[in-house]
């Protein structure tokens, strides 16, 4: 008999069919004439109801052994529903149980759980709908975003995990290292003698492939990374992890109002994407999670970004009546606060701030002709803040130069960067989005750990 997933069985199949579904318990009702399981193959949302009648052979020990959870294999025929909400179910000739469950320890009941609890049971907690929702939205956008670049012609690349440089001079760096911690290599002086270590110098994981890509797209042309990258970031926030992944498109001829444009696009095409994938499961996060997941969608869909400048967000921030707790004056970073006033206050839809204050930004960044500030640009959006941060890069030599010194930067550790702007050097942009920033977007769920399967953050990596 034909093995089929749930979700094409819901949309497709018609009374009278033969099917066979594998899956797990999500429910069991016993009921005098008949037993009802709901089973669920992560396919969809809803789950498929299967009917158990009594005449089937060893029915009692069955159904007593259909607690949630179990694994189980259901052949029979596809009958219409008398139930509310759904349209067929299976009425079963064969039930086999692959993988019982101790209903007494299992630690997912029927009722709902808090998000902090699922994570102490991560290795489980995807068998809920809410989770499930989230990992299949969140397939559909990886999907997304691959024929996004791919439709455009960007040639996907990948960008080492293990790096020497630390690209921005951020200290957000994790050490990766070979060395006995307990009994380090010194030098004379009493440094560590990295010479001695594994790559022969200081490495790390990545907190970004933008260098590399640089280099990818001065032979390609349209280039985009997307895989794992790693902060120590310190702060335990609902939008950062210690590994995140990342996706960062690279473009030579390119300035920075063709970075905005593809920023847009890039986002809207995603929206689309993923309520076309996943229609139930954004309707699910409409009712459960957040009501303005819809909304926000069809928004971002419908209007352009609003792009004002660094200096024009200032202002705007200046005239607001209300006070923040980082105090606004031309110069400063904006705060989370300042974008989230900006994106869902005044605006109540995405924008992007670009020209922003050349201190505050990384040595890369082009320098505009005032000298005061860079062709960078953020996209902010309502609920999460900064969702996107990009630039043209600067792509002058001389430049370049002045601008890594300016920022304590060791020019020799950059050589082969300086090298494109030697070597047929050429104006290019790009951006970097973290992915489960989007997804939490997209979704709506509030904290970063619950749109990543295993989420790493300070003292958490168990699973
Ligand atoms: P933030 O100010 O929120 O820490 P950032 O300025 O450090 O962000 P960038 O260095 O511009 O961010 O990184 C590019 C994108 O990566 C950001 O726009 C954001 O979507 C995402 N991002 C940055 N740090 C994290 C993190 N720790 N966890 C998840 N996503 C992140
Ligand atoms: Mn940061």
Redesign the pocket.
Same mark, same amino acid.
């Given at each position: 008999m034909e093995q089929r997933r749930i979700i094409q069985i819901l949309r497709h199949g018609v009374p009278d069919e033969t099917a066979c579904v594998r899956g797990w318990v999500r429910t069991k009702r016993e009921l005098k004439q008949f037993s009802f399981v709901e089973v669920n193959d992560g396919s969809s949302l809803a789950n498929l109801q299967v009917v158990l009648d009594p005449e089937l052979p060893d029915y009692d020990t069955l159904v007593k052994c259909l607690n949630t959870g179990a694994s189980v294999e259901v052949s029979g025929t596809l009958v219409e529903s008398p139930a509310k909400g759904q349209r067929i179910e299976l009425k079963a000739t064969t039930v086999t149980v692959c993988g019982e469950v101790d209903s007494e320890t299992y630690p997912l009941q029927k009722k709902r759980h808090s998000f902090e609890f699922l994570r102490t049971i991560a290795h489980l907690r995807s068998r809920t709908n809410t989770l499930g929702a989230v990992f299949r939205v969140r397939n559909a956008a990886s999907d997304a975003i691959h024929r996004f670049f791919q439709e455009r012609g960007f040639l996907w690349i990948h960008t080492p995990i293990l790096t020497a440089s630390d690209c @921005?001079g951020?200290g @957000?760096l994790l050490s990766v290292t070979h060395f006995d911690l307990a009994d380090v290599p010194r030098t004379e002086a009493q440094a560590v003698d990295y010479s001695r270590d594994f790559f022969g110098k200081p490495a790390y994981l990545t $907190?970004?492939g933008q260098l590399e890509a640089e280099v990818m797209a001065m032979a390609f042309g349209n280039v985009y990374t997307f895989g794992p990258?790693f902060?120590a970031?310190n702060s335990n926030t609902s939008?950062?992890?210690?590994e #995140?992944w990342?996706i960062e498109p690279e473009m030579a001829f390119c300035d920075l109002a063709g970075d905005m444009d593809l920023a847009e696009d890039f986002l809207k095409y995603l929206f689309n994407a993923v309520l076309e994938a996943c229609p139930e499961d954004m309707e699910f996060f409409n009712q459960r999670i957040d009501k303005g997941v819809l909304e926000r969608a069809e928004n971002i869909l419908r209007h352009d970004f609003e792009r004002v400048s660094y200096t024009e967000a200032i202002e705007l921030l200046e005239k607001a009546d209300r006070t923040f707790e980082f105090p606004v004056e031309w110069g400063v970073?904006l705060q989370?606060e300042h974008e989230r006033y900006l994106a869902e206050e005044l605006l109540g839809k995405p924008l992007i701030v670009y020209n922003y204050p050349r201190n505050i930004k990384a040595f890369y960044m082009r320098l505009n002709d005032d000298e005061k500030t860079v062709a960078a640009m953020? $996209?902010l959006v309502p609920k999460i &803040? +900064? =969702? =996107?941060? &990009?630039s043209q890069r600067e792509e002058r030599l001389d430049v370049l130069e002045r601008r890594i010194r300016e920022s304590g930067l060791n020019r020799e550790d950059y050589w082969w960067y300086l090298d494109l702007r030697r070597y047929g050097s050429v104006s290019h942009a790009g #951006? &970097?989005?973290? #992915? +489960?920033?989007?997804v939490q977007f997209v979704t709506g769920m509030a904290n =970063?750990r619950d749109v990543i399967p295993f989420p790493r953050a300070p003292l958490t990596i168990d699973f």
């Open positions: @921005e951020a @957000e $907190v970004s990258t902060r970031e939008r950062h992890l210690a #995140f990342m970073d989370s953020d $996209v &803040g +900064e =969702i =996107i941060g &990009g #951006f &970097g989005l973290g #992915f +489960e920033r989007l =970063i």
